[in-house]
């Protein structure tokens, strides 16, 4: 069984930044792929980006290239999302998933409680 717990939500300005973080646990975790996705109110859960356990292999929505940026640090098990130039239309509930098959598709395995990220106008 993997866990998967998120930090670094919170309120920030318009054009401002955040750093989400996600760490795995687990007994014995085996090689994953991590991917983050959002929700906001009244839409379905989508994809932002996601990398391969090697971290040689990244993907991100359209909505997001350029200026969200997913890196992980094996070591410490745990994969980051840095956001810059936030926008409103960012505000969503934030997830973290897992999963031994990299995927741009909701189709993880394993996902976090999320995180709330808000963006003021």
């Known amino acids: 069984q993997v866990h998967l717990a998120e930090s670094g939500g919170g309120l920030v300005q318009a054009g401002g930044s955040l750093t989400l973080s996600c760490a795995a646990s687990?007994?014995?975790?085996?090689?994953?792929?991590m991917g983050w996705f959002r929700q906001a109110p009244g839409k379905e859960r989508e994809f932002v980006t996601a990398i391969s356990w090697s971290g040689l292999t990244t993907s991100s929505a359209v909505a997001v290239k350029g200026r969200f940026t997913i890196s992980r640090d094996n070591a410490k098990n745990t994969v980051y999302l840095k956001m810059n130039s936030l926008k409103p239309e960012d505000t969503a509930v934030y997830y973290c998933?897992?999963?031994?098959?990299?995927?741009?598709?909701?189709?993880?395995?394993?996902w976090g409680q999320g995180t709330q990220v808000t963006v003021s106008s």
């Open positions: 687990g007994d014995s975790l085996p090689k994953l792929a």
């Open positions: 998933a897992a999963d031994r098959v990299y995927s741009t598709q909701a189709q993880y395995g394993f």
